[in-house]
Nanobody, 127 residues
Framework: QVQLVESGGGLVQAGDSLTLSCAAS????????MGWFRQAPGKEREFVAA????????NYADSVKGRFTISRDNAKNTGYLQMNSLKPEDTAVYYC????????????????????WGQGTQVTVSS
């Protein structure tokens, strides 16, 4: 069955960096767009970043542009989210997600379009 397993979360201070990983299995990862979403306590899950098949196209939420970088290694079936200059408002559970698409196109940031989800990893940023 399809599994997406996030890792790399933790407790950091404001201004620190953290890299999340998402290991995928049970699907043809290289034919999937991949996204990262997050959910803070009491809030809805929101889009963070997404990347196309090849990695050549990326989509970011305005709140993370210039600070976060999404990437992927199709040979390792793994996606990444490099987070720099972290802020307390970045505190959330971070989820990776994947969806099959038929072409290598600009990746969607729409939550409901993603079929497969990981269990999430907690990121806490202290001030």
């Amino acid at each position: 069955q399809v599994q997406l397993v996030e890792s790399g979360g933790g407790l950091v201070q404001a201004g620190d960096s953290l890299t999340l990983s998402c290991a995928a299995s049970g699907l043809t990862f290289s034919r999937c767009a991949m996204g990262w979403f997050r959910q803070a306590p009491g809030k809805e899950r929101e889009f963070v970043a997404a990347i196309s098949w090849s990695g050549g196209m990326r989509n970011y939420a305005d709140s993370v542009k210039g600070r976060f970088t999404i990437s992927r290694d199709n040979a390792k079936n793994t996606g990444y989210l490099q987070m720099n200059s972290l802020k307390p408002e970045d505190t959330a559970v971070y989820y990776c997600a994947a969806r099959y698409i038929n072409t290598d196109r600009y990746p969607s940031g729409t939550l409901r379009e993603y079929e497969y989800w990981g269990q999430g990893t907690q990121v806490t940023v202290s001030s």
